[in-house]
């Protein structure tokens, strides 16, 4: 497994502060973001616009509509990336997305692990392991 190519893919798909972490397991583990344009930005404000009875920028209509919105585009769109990566080099990965909130909606973060096919990994394990 080639880490370096793993970032370049990354990267050229768009993918911003691509940071590889400390993990001494049989796995690459990267953190990443996905950045929002400004056209999935108003897509997502129209969405709730249309969807939510609650006003326009309010609680309801950021937790239950905005947001919601955003974070099924941010791992929907990730989880095609890291599909096309497995493919290209031949690995198999896992990822998890942190919640986009209302303080700082324009990205939303993700750890994925990287590692050979037919290797038995638990991301949940993984996370665990990096929080001692």
């Known amino acids: 497994m080639n880490k370096e190519r793993i970032i370049e893919f990354l ?17 690459a583990v990267i953190r990443f973001c996905f950045d929002f344009d400004e056209a999935e930005l108003e897509a997502a404000k129209a969405y709730a616009n ?6 326009e920028e309010g609680e309801v209509w950021y937790n239950d509509f905005f947001l ?3 974070n099924e585009l941010a791992i929907d ?3 095609d990336i890291i599909e096309d990566l497995m493919e ?10 942190y919640e986009v909130d ?3 909606y324009d990205y939303n973060e993700f750890i994925a692990v990287f590692y050979e096919s037919g290797t038995e ?10 929080e001692k």
């Open 88 to 97: 290209e080099e031949d690995i198999e990965a896992q990822f998890v997305s």
């Open 50 to 55: 249309d969807e939510s009875e609650d006003e």
């Open 77 to 79: 769109n990730v989880g």
């Open 121 to 130: 990994i638990d991301i949940d394990e993984v996370l665990a392991e990096l």
């Open 11 to 27: 990267e050229g798909n768009s993918l911003n502060d691509i940071e590889e972490i400390k993990y001494d397991g049989n796995a």
């Open 68 to 70: 919601p919105y955003l």
């Open 102 to 104: 209302m303080e700082n």
